[in-house]
C-alpha cells in the first residue's frame, strides 16, 4: 500500500475493504420507499446479503431512515419540497409520507438491524446532514463507508459526495443501489466514476474483496 506522511493510501478495493476501518450504510430501505420503485425486492435481497457478510465479517453497520415532520413543523422548503415529490401545486394537500411510527416509514422486515447496529432519522438526503453519522464514523476510526439501498439519484448521491468531502472513502455497490428512475440513476453512476472520489463497484467484487475473519 501506498504511502504519505507516514499515513497509509489505500487505493484499490481490497486496501479499502477493511472490516476495521469501514462501515455499511443501508440507505432509506423503508416500506414506504420500496414499494414505490420496481427495483425494491432486488435491491433489498441484495441488501440482505451485503449486511451477512459485513455482519460475518465484524463491520459496523448503519441503516438510515428518512423522516417526515408533522404538518405544523413543515415550514417553506420542506411544504415546497413534498408538493414536487406529490405533484400538487397546493401546499394544504401536502401530506407527511413518512411520519414516525407509521407502516411506510419502517425499515423492511428483512433487514431489521440486530442490537449493536446503528439506526438513525434524517430530514435531508445526506445522510451526514443533522445526524450522528459523521460523528460516530469518526469516533470509531472509521475512513470508508460502502453504501448500498435506495435511491442512487436522490439520496446516495448527495450522501457519497458529503462523504467525500468530509475525507472518508465512499464506495458504491452500484447493483445494490436502487433508482426511481433509471436513466438518473446511470447519470449518478457515470458521474461519479467521472469525479473519481468514489469508488464504483459490484456485490460480487465487495464480497470478494472483504476480508472476513
Known amino acids: 500500500m501506498r504511502s504519505i506522511h507516514g499515513l497509509p493510501i489505500p487505493t484499490s478495493l481490497a486496501e ?3 472490516p476495521r476501518r469501514m462501515a455499511l450504510l443501508i440507505y432509506d430501505m ?5 414499494r414505490q420503485v420496481p427495483c425494491g425486492p432486488s435491491i433489498s435481497g441484495a441488501c440482505v446479503r451485503l449486511r451477512d457478510q459485513c455482519r460475518a465479517a ?9 423522516l417526515s415532520l408533522p404538518m405544523k413543523w413543515m415550514g417553506s422548503f420542506q411544504t415546497r419540497m413534498a408538493m414536487a415529490w406529490q405533484r400538487t401545486d397546493d401546499p ?3 401530506k407527511p409520507w413518512f411520519l414516525r411510527g ?12 440486530n442490537d449493536d447496529e446503528l439506526v438513525f432519522d434524517k430530514l435531508a438526503m ?17 475512513t470508508a463507508l460502502a453504501i448500498c439501498g435506495i435511491a442512487l439519484e436522490i439520496g446516495i448521491e448527495p450522501t457519497v459526495r458529503h462523504a467525500a468531502d468530509l475525507g472518508i472513502v465512499p464506495v458504491v455497490i452500484a447493483d445494490a443501489c436502487g433508482a426511481g428512475h433509471g436513466e438518473a440513476g446511470q447519470r449518478t453512476l457515470d458521474q ?4 473519481g472520489d468514489a469508488i464504483v463497484t459490484d456485490e460480487a467484487a465487495f464480497c470478494a474483496a ?4
Open 192 to 195: 461519479l466514476r467521472f469525479m
Open 92 to 94: 394544504e394537500a401536502v
Open 102 to 113: 407509521t407502516p411506510g416509514f419502517e425499515l423492511v422486515p428483512e433487514l431489521a438491524p
Open 16 to 18: 479499502i475493504c477493511d
Open 58 to 66: 465484524g463491520m459496523p453497520i448503519a441503516y438510515s431512515r428518512h
Open 30 to 34: 423503508q416500506e414506504g420507499i420500496c
Open 126 to 142: 445526506s445522510a451526514f446532514e443533522g445526524t450522528p453519522l459523521q460523528f460516530a464514523l469518526r469516533d470509531r476510526g472509521i
Open 210 to 213: 472483504l476480508t472476513i475473519p
